[in-house]
């Protein structure tokens, strides 16, 4: 046995198992001292880490070998994404960008915080994924589109209404925010509409990075949408920017081009706000389709209408 023979045994282990050039090896004769810095891996990628150094170094000569293993605690960003009211797109927008944000390289996990009505085990292909919890800390369930997610809907059986006040719904927030992230350091909140206790316990105690406001062109959900924006700004959370849904519509057959809901209402109170318009979403029937069907179009090579706007939204996070 050479002592570099077990160090470069235990580096290939480790960059095999994901932890490359995080792995020390101290050698006292036969016996071997790993620290393995598990950083961004999750309980199950650290564990199958320990195992794969701690044999390494054994099929390398080694008498003995003893493995502790370190982690930095990662800073996460919250991204927000809320709505002063209901069916306005706010969890379709949330899983696009999530998806988006992904593709972008940035290391994203998905909360679906809307606990009255969860929506994301469908919009993200993971419907009847249940999460396990390590230590009374739950893991989030991969989905097929690289992004790690929680949500009510995952936990309660389908079509259960979950009758609870306040309180209950905020701590369930807690329990989702507080999982086993791993390696994701930007987290997307779907919240529930409105400006209640859910709303509450996310910027007193998680004190998200910013928000993104969805709305309808409509001058009633402009109205609802300032009251989401208020809530932030009041607590000094700032907004990212608005979202148009529902922004027109290009009819299938011929072509023609309508707006049921108006058109440039988030826009012209993204200026009075003072606070960037980060585009628009169409009424299409496409997105609607691949949306049921677990598909979010921002997953797709040709997407131009959610790329745009995670674009914007990674620029406001890395100047911050």
Known sequence: MSDERVRAAVAAAAEAA???????????????????????LTPAGRDAAERAVRAAALAAGAAEARVAVTAERVRRRLVAVAS?????????????????????????????????GPSQPRLM????????????????????????????????????????????????????????????DTLVIDLPPGTGDVQLTMVQKYRPAGAVIVSTPQDLALIDARRAADLFATAGVPVIGLVENMSGYLCPHCGEASDPFGRGGAEAEAAAMGVPFLGRVPLDARIRAASDAGRPPAGEEDDRVFAPIAAQVADWLADR
Do not use: C, F
């Open 18 to 40: 994901g932890a490359g050039g995080r792995a020390t090896v101290r050698m006292d004769g036969a016996r071997a001292g790993i620290v393995l810095d598990a950083t961004g």
């Open 125 to 184: 292909a993971a419907e009847g994924a249940k999460p396990q919890a390590r230590d009374k800390v739950l893991m989030p369930v991969d989905t097929p589109h690289g992004v790690p997610m929680l949500s009510m809907g995952q936990l309660v059986a389908p079509g259960r209404a979950l009758a609870w006040r306040g309180p209950m719904a905020a701590g369930a927030l807690g329990q989702l925010l507080d999982a086993e992230w791993g390696a994701a």
């Open 84 to 116: 002063g009211k209901g069916g306005v797109g706010k969890s379709t927008l949330s899983a696009n960008l999530a998806v988006a944000l992904r593709r972008l390289s940035l290391r994203v996990g998905l909360v679906d915080a809307d606990v009255y």
